[in-house]
């Protein structure tokens, strides 16, 4: 994957916790050394805690697909570097629940 690290559009698609049926949502990610990273500001999305309930995802980003597995970022620093590529203003030091998607093969 040959991506600019930096602020991208990305289509993230989950399997439902509930109902287990394929849930696609266009957000705003992080492309960051080979990984993408989501992230909210609560707990309360259900892209969110799908992909806490079922870590095996897809990622779309300029036309291309991958699979991949998705978990939590524990890491404080790294939580926040990825608030200041998302976000040039303020937002960017609000605390975030961020979401790293490793790509798998």
């Not at 050394?33 to 992230?39: D, P, R, V």
């Not at 992909?51 to 998705?70: C, D, H």
């Not at 040039?88 to 790293?100: F, G, H, M, N, W």
Request: hydrophobic share 35%; glycine share 6%; proline share 4%.
């Amino acid at each position: 994957m040959q991506f600019k690290d930096g602020p991208i559009r990305a289509i993230l698609s989950t399997k439902g916790r509930k109902t287990g049926k394929a849930h696609a949502v266009e957000l705003r990610a992080v492309f960051y050394s080979g990984k993408i990273y989501f992230s909210r500001r609560n707990p309360d999305s259900d892209w969110l805690k799908n992909a806490i309930a079922n870590p095996e995802v897809s990622v779309t980003m300029s036309g291309s697909s991958f699979l991949g597995r998705a978990s939590l970022v524990k890491d404080e620093v790294l939580a926040k570097k990825i608030s200041s590529m998302k976000y040039a203003d303020k937002s960017s030091e609000e605390s975030r629940i961020v979401l790293e998607v490793t790509p798998c093969g």
